[in-house]
């Protein structure tokens, strides 16, 4: 193995990526790639793939990958010359960077890609390039093998519950009539030395998983979170929120005040009821009883949501459906909790690979390493 420092201007090249207003896209199967990832598609590609993309401005710090061709926004900075590096090679050594220090001192801070283009990095020759993006691309396709396989088995069971009870047939019974609203507060500054696994609306939309802080840094009360709840948002409820806690320590789980954590009286019908809050008809509802302005702080209020008409067949019906949907959602959070596990691993090997900490001369790869991206990645060039 051979290393080499160099500056990132050497190594790379990063342009700016293309304007493409939503209202000039056309569907198809390009992916547009914004500050915060993928962000549509067009019918359009406007650089070559496979591509490395990071936010310009709106969200600093986060790298994607392209395997195709594709267009980057505006928004974002794309790798225009990869100068024989392999690319994937370079989307992981682009995450070990700290963005916020080439940030512009404005209004909005940007990234000033003359300014990184400075950055010192550590590049290896071609051979081990490919090696550390094996390892590291091993662990990714692992992720994102079980969060598709989720996201399948939370889409089995909306299908399958509106298949057997969602029709006209089935009698409904109002949600507060067979649930009730859980409450209790906890202010997790009284035990400031505690570490508290925190279900909030930001853990949420990172990866659905709860992040474990300690007490002195969460400043505000929460609720306690109990075994055979469901946490639904009554924060703007046209992103659809719902949460089945994983409870890794059911002693010290709390979220936030912006869920509405339901509890089903009978406990052995948990898997029911998450299916019914599930549906869309039932976030269509929370839609219809929000308050507040328009924009991103609209509300629900919790005690709204408990005349909202769920399914209510007979127990016997119930109960066959939980024997299909109880094993699915015990899957669905053992698959979050191995999904963070991968997570935690590739986090702690990406920067011992990147500095070579980790030898990587040993692994062999079955295919011999090979070059295939345009010199300037811009497709009408």
Partial sequence: MTWRSMALGEAITLKRGYDLPSKKRVKGKVPVYSSSGRSGVHNEAAV??????TGRYGTIGEVFYATDNYWPLNTTLYVSDFKGNYPHFIYYLLKTINWNNYTTASAVPGINRNHVHHCVVTIPDLTTQHKIAYVLGTYDQQIDCLTRTNGHLRELLK???????ENEDTPVIKLGDVASIWKKSVKPANDPDKYWEHYSIPAFDAEQYPSFDLGNTIKSNKYEVVPNSVLVSKLNPTTQRLWLPQLINADS?????????YVPSNKKDYSFYCSALMQDRFFGYLEGHVTGSTGSRQRVHPGDTLAYAVPNPCASEIRDYCMFADPVIKQIRNTSIE???LETLRSALLPKLMSGEID????????PPYQTVHANGRLSD
């Fill in 48 to 53: 070559h793939g496979p591509g490395v993309i």
């Fill in 159 to 165: 299908i399958e519950f509106a298949n057997r009870f």
């Fill in 253 to 261: 789980a709390i979220c936030s005040t912006e869920f509405i954590e």
């Fill in 339 to 341: 999904l963070k596990r």
């Fill in 360 to 367: 990587v001369s040993k692994i062999k790869l079955y295919t």
